[in-house]
């Protein structure tokens, strides 16, 4: 049955991106989690491929294509491997679209080309180390000064930061004092070859092992005034919103990397043989596989209504949330159902369903813990 959300360039879209996963990550996402290497190759595949400018304009170098192709290359992705999902999603949501959406003209044409057709990847630097869920405890500062920005402090946990790709992070920064204790927050967009910005490769990860996390520090790292995102003092409502169309993404991974888990079961079930029949003939394991679908089929329904509002230019931040937090929920539930299946087999490395259990973990973290979503949820409900 179609989905009503999708036309026909969706399915195309999605094939496309399907054959891709499946001829080019899925070979080698065992070998790169094993031995957490970030692959520019397939990186630059599919910065061939148009997936990491897929809903740019295209005036700047963009496909153009509306949210809901995006979230579907994304779900893609991650039905096979959540590292790749993890780099194509942090830099469509986070790098490129608080640029396109606040840059000046001037800013657009400086940074987006390189984002683009210059195949670099750019990072949103906001978790500090004390800066996780409060947002608004960022300790890096930037002082104005002369013209230029002053910048000092540190951001961790960062994707797409640290290998050769990447081409520099746009930082929230304490710029002054509002007074009563609160904090003046900015948005300034910083090239990694500006001196007194170094990177440190994270390595010691229990998920995306295949993707680009690290972290940054900015010792009298000096840029333009005229590099400040938007409007000075509008900082935290800058990233906030971003984090808005970033939920999105992140829902998209849960979606598709439980999608992938069910197929694992679906298969092994159907193969495994105990007591003289399929496991999947049993009723508890056809149980399993009965909730993991219903689960699967609201998620990804929820989820594309979501980017349907945003496409339509309505609001879309409870629902944004409500997708993230119940897909990254039902990915731990599936895929744990998933590995229950598979029995200890399950519990190898070489079963793809082991690396599943370990990149799921992130989801229920990363852009808003569930905790936070619940919270952003019944704001918006007026409960809060």
């Known amino acids: 049955m179609r989905d009503p959300f999708l036309n026909n360039a969706h399915y195309e879209l999605r094939q496309q991106v399907r054959d891709f996963a499946e001829t080019e990550i899925k070979p080698r996402a065992a070998a790169l989690d094993e031995k957490s290497l970030f692959s520019t190759e397939l990186t630059m595949k599919m910065f061939d491929m148009g997936l990491l ?8 170098g963009g496909k153009g294509l509306d949210t ?14 959540g590292s790749q999902a993890a780099t194509v999603a942090a830099h ?17 044409k400086r940074f987006l080309p390189l984002l683009t057709t210059g ?3 750019w990072a949103f630097g906001l978790t500090e180390p004390n800066a996780g869920s409060d947002s608004n405890n960022t300790e890096t500062t930037a002082s104005l000064e002369n013209g230029k920005w002053v910048i000092n402090g540190a951001k961790i946990y960062i994707t797409n930061v640290s290998s050769d790709m990447a081409g520099g992070i746009t930082v929230q920064a304490v710029t002054g004092d509002k007074g009563q204790g609160r904090k003046e927050l900015s948005v300034i967009l910083v090239n990694r070859e500006t001196p007194g910005y170094s990177v440190e490769t994270i390595q010691s990860k229990m998920m995306w092992r295949g993707a680009d996390t690290g972290k940054v520090q900015f010792d009298q790292v000096l840029v333009p005034e005229e590099n400040i995102l938007g409007t000075r003092g509008e ?20 979606l598709g ?5 069910f197929e694992m079961a679906m298969e092994y079930a159907s193969k495994r043989v105990q007591f003289g029949r399929p496991i999947r003939s049993f009723q508890v394991n056809s149980f399993k596989l009965a909730d993991m ?7 990804r329904t929820l989820l594309y209504k979501a980017c349907w509002l945003k496409d339509q230019k309505l609001p879309f931040g409870k629902e944004a949330a409500m997708a993230k937090l119940y897909t990254s929920e039902i990915a731990r539930e599936i895929v744990n159902e998933s590995l229950q299946i598979h029995g200890a087999h399950g519990l190898m490395k070489e079963n793809p369903v082991e ?18 979503l619940r919270m952003v949820i019944s704001r918006h409900l007026g409960v809060r």
């Open 68 to 81: 809901l192709s995006y979230i579907i290359a994304v779900e893609e992705l991650a039905r096979v491997d």
């Open 119 to 121: 195949r670099k990847l």
């Open 53 to 60: 400018r897929i809903n740019l304009a295209e005036e700047y």
């Open 235 to 254: 900082g935290s409502r800058i990233m906030l919103a971003t984090l808005d169309g970033g939920r999105l993404s992140i829902a998209a991974m849960g």
């Open 355 to 372: 690396r599943f259990y370990r990149d799921q973990r992130i989801l229920e973290i990363g852009e808003g813990t569930s905790e936070i």
């Open 257 to 261: 990397l439980a999608q992938g888990a």
């Open 293 to 299: 679908a219903t689960k699967i089929e609201l998620g």
């Open 92 to 108: 469509n949501s986070l790098g490129i679209a608080p640029i396109s959406t606040y840059g000046t003209e001037e800013q657009k």
